[in-house]
């Protein structure tokens, strides 16, 4: 979620009920946020608990697997099916190759000749008005309001390489490449330094220097994948102190290859001086189809900004398509050569378990022992604090007057899978070998009623029977 938002405060542990405003006090986003987070938390255990982490209802099971009318393609029945408590709806028939949130190429995408598994990916993605603009009130000429986020299905494949049990296996089918968060581990931590000036007081003190509340993002930008080469890449991240927040709409886009620049004009230059762009920043250029296929763009660097035609000068960008269509927008990143150890592409390496400072004082390590695959767009969220000088993190105790912080696991974004058939293709067409869905009839589907002696099929003729109705 890369909202303006003030931090997360959800935390399932704590077994928060609800969320109870009390007359007079201030409003913040984030007990607005939390309340929503608690009813989402329960309602989807809940579904996943009665339903199983799979299954849609018989009368409208959708996403049936059918052989499609193109060569390499398959059709996408329509209908309702529940992952980990979380619905998918298919409003109509759709093709593999056609599906509104996975954009895929014929040419590229289309299934070669072999035997795969289908499955179902689902997540959250945030959505602002850029993404959609129909989320602002054109009464306030412009002004954006709150976000949205909205449930994302998939349907992908994945290659048999060998003779899997069969479909009752679930998410084993699907292998390690697409577990639910990364398995790396990450701790935070506002500097310790000695209260020098007080002789007498030898604890030490967390410093965060800021002079501003943020809420600090820490992102994987490229995971620990194999190059061309088929050597293993390092893992990198970035960060912003606005949660990433900082978007700039995308008007128009012309790379230079001359001078191996891009010229990008923008809708706007940012609300302000803090939410604005300088000489010198990191951006990231994203559209619904980098978005949607979680795929990363090299960073790019501020070059130049012409304020009054909203015109800014890009290092590099060869290659980078823009299609006003997809909804582009450059994002910045807040990681700078002179504070951070930054690489040619401008993002952070991840090498061992040292800390790795981030700036005013805030420092992050990685563990990385049984990572395993690390996934591009995983983050965690960092509140810092002037009025405590410190930051808001878990710790485990106490070593020697300092905290320990504690090692968490990423907080998104969240996947979750289901698998639907295993099929067979071939030169021409493909074939369905086996549908893994399961399904689910309503509860009260074959309850009886008594009514006045007649009998009521489900919700038929419901009431409450007499007492001298015995």
């Given at each position: ?18 969320v ?6 201030v ?8 309340q929503t ?16 982490p ?17 060569q390499?393609d ?8 529940y ?13 593999y ?7 895929l ?5 289309a ?8 499955y ?5 993605r945030?959505?602002s008005?850029?993404?959609?603009d129909?989320i ?12 949205r ?5 998939q349907v ?13 296996q ?26 020098d ?82 000489v ?5 250029l ?13 960073l ?19 290659g ?12 910045r ?7 951070n ?31 395993g695959a690390i996934r ?9 604090r002037?009025?405590?000088?410190d930051?808001e ?11 320990i ?5 990423p ?13 067979a293709?071939?030169?021409g ?12 009839e309503?509860l009260?589907?074959?309850c ?14 419901i ?8």
């Open positions: 979620m890369k909202g303006d938002f003030t931090r997360n405060t959800f935390d399932p542990n704590k077994h928060f009920l609800r109870l405003m009390q007359q007079g006090r409003q913040l986003d984030a007990d607005w946020n939390e987070a608690i009813l989402l938390h329960y309602l989807q255990t809940l579904a996943a608990d009665i339903i199983g799979y299954a849609g209802p018989a009368s409208e099971l959708g996403f049936e697997i059918k052989p499609g009318d193109a390499g398959f059709k996408i029945g329509e209908g309702r099916y992952v980990n408590g979380l619905l998918c709806e298919n409003g109509q028939e759709t093709g190759l056609n599906q509104t949130d996975y954009p190429s014929k040419e590229d995408d299934l070669g000749v072999g035997n795969y598994v289908v179902l990916d689902v997540w959250e945030h959505v008005y850029v993404e959609d129909s602002r009130e054109k009464a306030l000429n412009g002004v954006d309001t709150a976000t986020s909205k449930v994302v299905w992908k494949v994945k290659p048999i390489t060998y003779n899997y049990a069969y479909c009752q679930g998410t084993s089918l699907l292998g390690e490449e697409v577990s639910t968060l990364s398995r790396i581990g990450m701790s935070a931590r506002a500097k310790q330094v000695r209260k000036k007080q002789p007498c007081l030898t604890e030490p003190d967390a410093q965060y220097r800021g002079l501003e509340n943020q809420l600090y993002r820490v992102e994987i930008h490229d995971g620990n994948t194999v190059d061309e080469a088929g050597n293993a890449k390092t893992p990198t991240f970035k960060f912003s102190r606005e949660n990433g927040s900082a978007i700039f709409p995308v008007s128009q886009f012309v790379y230079d290859a001359g001078s191996i620049t891009s010229t990008v004009t923008l809708e706007h230059l940012g609300r302000d001086e803090k939410l604005g762009l300088k010198h920043d990191w951006v990231e994203i559209d619904d189809r980098i978005s949607l296929k979680n795929e990363i763009n090299p790019l660097q501020v070059l130049d900004i012409d304020v009054i035609d909203r015109k800014i000068i890009l290092s590099g960008g060869e980078m398509a823009i299609h006003q269509c997809r909804h582009p927008l450059l994002r990143w807040d990681q700078r050569a002179k504070k150890e930054i690489n040619a592409e401008g993002v952070i390496e991840i090498h061992g378990n040292g800390w790795i400072p981030l700036e005013d004082g805030i420092e992050v390590k990685f563990a990385l022992e049984d990572a591009p767009g995983d983050y965690w969220l960092i509140p810092a002037v009025a405590t000088g930051i993190w878990p710790s485990t105790g106490h070593d020697k007057n300092t905290r912080p504690q090692i968490l696991q907080q998104g974004i969240e996947h979750h899978y289901a698998p639907l058939a295993i099929i293709a071939t030169d067409t493909v074939t369905i070998t086996s549908d893994c869905r399961c399904s689910f309503p009260s589907g074959a009886n009623y008594n009514y006045f002696g007649r009998i009521g099929i489900g919700t038929d003729l009431r409450p029977r007499a007492r001298d109705d015995r």
